[in-house]
């Protein structure tokens, strides 16, 4: 009995040290945004997690769904360059089944057509939490020592109509800086 009171001990200091060094391994910043949008894609809310190895940006949405028929796309806009007024990456998909996504390098909000990036990078929709995530590996952001994003999402109404565009804030505004 005494070694398994003194197993259990060990394993809970062992699990406080682990969980007070993920914290030095990683900052992060998260930001909500008023339910203004009438449709599924609605921003609520944006996590960025400036990670050793990745960026990882979760966005929050109401009531997701897997069908093409509501249009539902996201695009995160990543500033890597205090010195560069602008994004340099753009990270954009579908949040429908089927669709792709992809990372280009960017010359500010107005490039659309930036060249594709080569890394590791990926996007998982999770329509139980109605959470998006964007995973992309600091190396192929050139391990930028900071970062800071701009979200936005669109989708369409149930007539075919597009609806309007939700920014988290103001559009083509980020979020603050987070340093790995």
């Given at each position: 009995?005494?070694?398994?009171?003194?197993?259990?001990?060990?394993?809970?200091?062992?699990a406080?040290?682990?969980?007070?060094?993920?914290?030095?391994?990683?900052?992060?910043?998260?930001?909500?945004?008023?339910?203004?949008?009438?449709?599924?894609?609605?921003?609520?809310?944006?996590?960025?997690?400036?990670?050793?190895?990745?960026?990882?940006?979760?966005?929050?949405?109401?009531?997701?769904?897997?069908?093409?028929?509501?249009?539902?796309?996201?695009?995160?806009?990543l500033?890597?360059?205090?010195?560069?007024?602008?994004?340099?990456?753009?990270?954009?998909?579908?949040?429908?089944?089927?669709?792709?996504?992809?990372?280009?390098?960017?010359?500010?909000?107005?490039?659309?057509?930036?060249?594709?990036?080569?890394?590791?990078y990926?996007?998982?929709?999770?329509?139980?939490?109605?959470?998006?995530?964007?995973?992309i590996?600091?190396?192929?952001?050139?391990?930028?020592?900071?970062?800071?994003?701009?979200?936005?999402?669109?989708?369409?109404?149930?007539?075919?109509?597009?609806?309007?565009?939700?920014?988290?804030?103001?559009?083509?505004?980020?979020?603050?800086?987070?340093?790995?």
């Amino acid at each position: 009995m005494r070694t398994t009171l003194l197993s259990a001990a060990t394993l809970a200091v062992a699990a406080l040290a682990l969980t007070q060094t993920s914290a030095a391994n990683a900052d992060g910043i998260g930001v909500s945004d008023p339910a203004d949008l009438g449709h599924g894609v609605d921003l609520l809310s944006v996590e960025v997690e400036h990670k050793s190895a990745n960026v990882v940006v979760t966005t929050t949405h109401t009531n997701l769904r897997p069908s093409w028929r509501t249009g539902s796309s996201g695009s995160v806009f990543l500033d890597t360059d205090p010195d560069d007024r602008g994004p340099e990456y753009l990270f954009s998909g579908g949040f429908f089944e089927g669709t792709d996504y992809q990372l280009l390098a960017v010359d500010g909000f107005s490039d659309r057509r930036g060249e594709p990036v080569e890394g590791s990078y990926r996007m998982k929709v999770d329509y139980d939490t109605e959470h998006v995530r964007f995973r992309i590996s600091r190396e192929a952001l050139g391990s930028p020592e900071e970062v800071r994003v701009a979200v936005r999402v669109a989708g369409t109404r149930t007539d075919g109509s597009t609806t309007p565009t939700d920014w988290l804030g103001e559009p083509r505004s980020f979020t603050g800086w987070v340093a790995q």
